[in-house]
């Protein structure tokens, strides 16, 4: 939700996507924490971030956060008997449940398997840039449900980070949810490449679909796609087999000796061979942008802001980011030059892309890569060096790799113009007829129905002056939980995590999270804006826009606050009728009376 409407659906993110630099000035003391939170007990939720800057935020984000918690154990013993199908496989429901119907109903779409479907040709897309013939299995996923364990935990979340909570993510049950990200098969997918690796195959792509928890605009939807790329080295390859006297000189022959081949590599990228004069395929001109204009201003690694880990050297760090960035950058190319193909970028102009130095808890050092598109920098991509630890659970320790992760709406809506991202799950001809696998298309609108919009405005239950110091009596409120399957749960009782700041950021190249239209919305303990989202989505489906803050006051006469929310209905197919827009906005309203306790006026 924004505070400001706008029109584009790709401007209206970039208010958040332009507070990167922010968030990088403030990532350090969250990484220096972040790290020791991973080095101690996971269960450990002593508080381990400062709070977060406001802006975006990835999944390294920053913010203070309380976990989920679990309800008592009565309450879950309550509940047992009840389980799930998704995907036609049966999970026991506990209290943790927060999927709704209407988000289920998503499950088993598979977009990106039909034939012509915009986010079928961008996954061909990326994957015609890391190809099985360069040695990357090209994998889906589509399960979407995983444990907490994929998701978070051994990914190196630390136990308080923002993403874990209920107001955030789809729980499944207490130990699973609807993957929030595709580097939640990371681990899985490193290890299937110990066998390939002797196969020839050193990487892999992977697309799914992910789901968050989130607010309404053009650019956000609660189910997305995002693709994940990964490519790994072996830096020593006969370790094991070596006397241990002779271990450590040997190795290190090898470590360069290796080095030299991770430098073939690199020379090999035809962004490298264009940059540096060499010849390339003649045919390479006409699939990529390759003047592309690249800027990287900060060094690849830092000690205080981006550290190599302490297994890396620098050397071999320089030559895997260098891989990483200009294989990202010819993905880039490749979607500029199909843009200017359709008229929807300059063809005079050099594309421009810039490298931002970040944070993620699997990888460092970490970067975002933002695109110049009309006019600001969109971000677009988050990627970095593998964190060790995750190679030596995945059973390939002596291995170096990087992995990027980018959502495929993003990426599909620049690369056709599409405004508005409910457009990917329309069924209408006058939508999907528009693409054609090897051509480049501008999306032409074919019909713009008329908006109508509803203000909703209500006191904010609970408010008693306290909230705005930041949460501390958080636990001791109720937590709304909406929309289960259609049915209202009692679950007073279940805590959700009190609502930091930004506890809903945006994480880009996720395609996710988004930043509250207001702090202060987002900073009260009993009402956070991602269940006002869920509840308009589970009432109004693909018929709600937008939903944005317009107005909010602190009465000190009441010692409340007062928020107002106007709900843009618009369906992208037809025109619709005052009445029935009436009809639905009532049922909101009496969904919010009944599930999150507020006081309508
Ligand atoms: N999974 C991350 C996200 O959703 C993106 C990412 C993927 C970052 C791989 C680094 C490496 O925010």
């Known amino acids: 939700m924004q505070l400001t409407r706008t029109g584009c659906a790709l401007r209206a993110t970039s208010r958040r996507w332009a507070t990167i630099s922010n968030r990088f000035l403030s990532f350090t003391a969250a990484r220096a924490q972040s790290n020791a939170a991973t080095d101690t007990n996971p269960a450990d939720t002593s508080p381990a971030y400062p709070p977060r800057p406001p802006g975006l935020y990835l999944y390294g984000g920053i913010g203070q956060f309380k976990q989920p918690n679990p309800g ?43 034939p012509n479907h915009p986010l079928y040709l961008t996954r061909k897309l990326i994957e015609s840039a890391f190809s099985e013939d360069q040695g990357f299995n090209n994998r889906l996923e589509p399960n979407p449900v995983v444990t907490v364990k994929e998701n978070f935990d051994d990914l190196g979340f630390p136990a308080d980070h923002p993403g874990r909570s209920r107001t955030d993510t789809y729980y499944v049950n207490q130990d699973h949810v609807l993957r929030t990200h595709t580097s939640a098969h990371e681990l899985k997918l490193f290890s299937e490449l110990k066998e390939d690796l002797y196969a020839g195959s050193h990487g892999y792509t992977l697309c799914s679909d992910v789901f968050r928890r989130d607010s309404i605009d053009r650019s956000h939807y609660p189910v997305f796609h995002q693709m994940e790329g990964a490519r790994t080295w072996r830096l020593v390859t006969a370790n094991e087999i070596l006397d241990p006297n002779e271990r450590e000189a040997i190795a290190s022959h090898e470590r360069r000796l290796n080095l030299r081949a991770m430098k073939d590599d690199l020379e090999r990228l035809p962004l490298w061979r264009y940059r540096a004069g060499r010849d390339i395929d003649p045919k390479l001109h006409d699939q990529a942008a390759l003047d592309l204009k690249a800027e990287d201003p900060h060094p690849n690694f830092d000690p205080a802001t981006n550290p190599l880990q302490p297994s890396h050297t620098a050397e071999e760090i320089e030559l895997v980011a260098s891989h990483l960035k200009l294989s990202v950058e010819f993905l880039l190319a490749k979607v500029f030059r199909q843009a200017q193909r359709a008229g929807i970028i300059s063809r005079t102009e050099p594309p421009r892309v810039r490298w931002i130095p970040t944070y993620f808890p699997f990888t460092s050092p970490s970067w975002e890569l933002e695109v110049w598109w009309q006019d600001e920098w969109l971000e677009i991509l988050g990627c970095g060096i593998s964190q060790q630890q995750l190679l030596v659970k995945a059973g390939i320790p002596e291995s170096v790799g990087w992995a990027w992760g980018i959502g495929v709406e993003r990426l599909a809506m620049l690369l056709y113009g599409i405004p508005d991202i409910r457009l990917f799950w329309s069924q209408d001809r006058r939508f999907l007829g528009q693409f054609r696998e090897g051509e480049a298309t501008r999306f032409q609108e074919f019909s713009k129905y008329p908006e109508c919009y509803k203000d909703v405005a209500f006191w904010v239950p609970d408010a008693d002056g306290k909230v705005e110091n930041g949460g501390e009596e958080a636990e001791t409120l109720p937590p709304p939980t909406v929309g289960i399957e259609g049915e209202q749960r009692a679950v007073d009782s279940v805590a959700t995590p009190s609502p930091s700041p930004s506890s809903s950021g945006a994480a880009a190249p996720a395609g996710g999270h988004n930043r509250s239209s207001s702090d202060s919305a987002q900073h009260h303990p009993s009402f956070h804006e991602n269940d006002l989202a869920e509840i308009v989505r589970d009432i109004a489906g693909p018929l709600v826009e937008n939903v944005t803050l317009v107005d909010e006051f602190f009465s000190e006469k009441k010692r409340r606050r007062s928020l107002c929310y106007r709900i843009m209905y618009r369906s992208l197919e037809r025109t619709l009728t005052n009445e029935e827009v009436n009809e639905v906005h009532e049922k909101v309203r009496r969904r919010m009376e009944e599930q999150l306790g507020v006081e309508l006026r």
């Open 72 to 114: 008592s154990e009565s309450q879950r013993s309550a509940d047992r008997g009840f389980s799930s199908t998704i995907d036609d496989k049966k999970y026991p429901k506990d209290l943790h449940y927060n999927v709704s119907k209407q988000i289920l109903e998503h499950v088993g779409r598979k977009l990106y398997l039909q």
